[in-house]
C-alpha cells in the first residue's frame, strides 16, 4: 500500500516555474512507477510525466508532447519523492496536478489505468 501527498502548487504568472512535490508513505515505493497527470475545469484528466521505478542512467521518463522540454520529472528514492519541475509555464498548464504510482515492478503508463494509488492532488494556477 502507498499513500501519496502532492504539495507546491499554487499561482504564478506565465514563464514562471513551480515544483511539485508527491511525498510517499508506505511499505513500497521506490519499486512503483510515479505518473503525474493533471485536469483542468470541464476536461478530462490527462497525462503528463512518467518515470520508472529504476531511478539510475537506465530509468525510463516519459512526457506528454505538450510539456517535453519544459516539464521535468525526477525521483528521490532517499526521500520518498518524485518531483514535476515545470518551468516556461503557460496559463493552459492551469489545472490541478495529481500524482499516482503503479504497482511495484510496473513499467510506466500514459493511462490512469496504469496505476493503483492517487494522491490528493494540488492546484496550479497560471496567470497571463
Known amino acids: 500500500q502507498v499513500q501519496l501527498v502532492e504539495s507546491g502548487g499554487g499561482l504564478v504568472q506565465a514563464g514562471g516555474s513551480l515544483r511539485l512535490s508527491c511525498a510517499a508513505s508506505?511499505?513500497?515505493?521506490?519499486?512503483?512507477?510515479v505518473g503525474w497527470f493533471r485536469q483542468a475545469p470541464g476536461k478530462e484528466r490527462e497525462f503528463v510525466a512518467a518515470i520508472s521505478w529504476v531511478a539510475d542512467s537506465r530509468d525510463s521518463r516519459d512526457y506528454a508532447d505538450f510539456v517535453k522540454g519544459r516539464f521535468t520529472i525526477s525521483r528521490d528514492n532517499t526521500k520518498k519523492t518524485v518531483y514535476l519541475q515545470m518551468n516556461s509555464l503557460k496559463p493552459k498548464d492551469t489545472a490541478f496536478y495529481s500524482c499516482?504510482?503503479?504497482?511495484?515492478?510496473?513499467?510506466?503508463?500514459?493511462?490512469?489505468?496504469?496505476?493503483?494509488?492517487w494522491g490528493q492532488g494540488t492546484q496550479v494556477t497560471v496567470s497571463s
Open positions: 508506505g511499505r513500497t515505493f521506490n519499486t512503483n512507477p
Open positions: 499516482a504510482a503503479g504497482r511495484e515492478y510496473y513499467s510506466t503508463s500514459t493511462s490512469e489505468t496504469g496505476y493503483e494509488y
